[in-house]
């Protein structure tokens, strides 16, 4: 069990390897990435930034409630900071578990999570050269990224 | 006491620092710091009126008694992912 | 959309390059791998075999399904036959789409049915040197590989 | 007329080939051919009593009408995956 906070490229297939195991049977990797359009807006990139420690702190319990939850330690968790283009991975979560269903749903667990509590921001560059905090509970932000 | 509250994305462009000293009475709530954190705001952008906190990296509640020392952040929605 | 069968290594890396556009921002990469232990017997390895023609044109229909049910043309599936070994990749399955809902749901939706249609069998080899065909519909076979 | 069956994994076993021949009347169904592919199989092995079967290529009804030049398989419980 893995999570960190990064300022480089995400490897994918790294933490594949990290959670590979001859006992698990079925691995899923998520990835998140900075997609062009947000809300109707043409992105060109996005700012990442956390509160370092907190965040740091939550992922890690996220992922100890998943590997409770779902009965696996083969989790690893990263998310990247700083500033991102389009098609750039911002999020990886591999978990393999020796069934299926485990393995989906103990990635879902985490990325709803993720999403929820750990206290990460971001900043959208649009097409039109402003630049705008995303705020995922106000009523235009619904459905978005990822 | 003199509480250093630690602010960032939208929060920490509102006040256009990262962290802003709040005094508070001893044994005061996370509710009286977001009520003196508000005065401090007025006319400067978006905290809303009960916006998340943490105390010591972890949510808390606003009856949560704070204490010298505390390291206390206001959370603007988070976006991670 | 590309769905194959193939008797060389998967390379998920390569399945996720596929898949991968900007106006995607969740992309979910399936990988079923040989278990070392497949209801409590000791698997050393497993031959996969298939009715190429026709699992071939199952793969094929179920991406297809997939993608009229969950929007979204950024599907690559792979799965090998012959003999693999302990952490092989059996299966892989890569689907990109703008939201992270429609791309688990579309992920769960092509292994359930290629684990319920697709005419592939295995026959594991067990560390006691017998081989048996795996007949996922007996009582004994439950909640098994992946 | 003449169909060949084609038969994988434990149903290929316990033929000991890849295919039967099977001859059958014109007009006849999918569950005649199985009938008598039961008959072939006595003492053989695991064929079930109502397996699976493909008609070029796309899974089958049992009442099915069969022609010759059809491809015909038995499909054993699939286990991809």
């Known amino acids: 069990m893995r999570t960190g906070l ?10 594949l390897r990290e959670v590979a195991a001859t006992g698990n049977g079925a691995t ?11 809300d109707g807006r043409a992105v060109t990139g996005i700012d990442y930034t956390a509160y370092d420690v907190m965040a740091a702190r939550e992922l890690q319990a996220i992922a100890a409630e998943a590997s409770g939850r779902f009965g696996t330690s083969s989790i690893a968790i990263e998310h990247r900071l700083g500033t991102l283009r389009l098609g750039d991975i911002s999020v990886a979560i591999a978990v393999a ?3 299926r269903a485990s393995a989906y749903d103990a990635s879902r667990y985490i990325i709803e999570e993720l999403k929820r509590r750990v206290p990460i921001w971001k900043r959208e560059h649009y097409a039109d050269g402003t630049r705008e905090w995303v705020d995922p509970t106000s009523a235009r932000s619904h459905a978005t990224h990822g | 006491m003199t509480i250093t509250v630690l602010l960032f994305a939208s929060y920490a462009d509102a006040f256009g620092q990262p962290s802003v000293s709040v005094t508070l009475p001893q044994g005061a709530t996370v509710a009286e710091m977001i ?14 009126t009960t916006p998340m906190v943490a105390v010591n990296q972890a949510y808390a509640r606003y009856d949560h008694v704070l204490s010298a020392g505390d390291e206390v952040a206001v959370i603007p929605p988070v976006a991670g992912g």
């Open chain 1, 6 to 15: 990064v300022d480089r490229e995400i490897d994918g297939q790294a933490l």
């Open chain 1, 28 to 38: 899923v990797l998520f990835l998140g990435t900075v997609r062009d359009i947000n």
């Open chain 1, 97 to 99: 578990h020796p069934h």
């Open chain 2, 35 to 48: 009520t003196r954190l508000g005065d401090l705001a007025a006319g400067r952008g978006p905290l809303p």
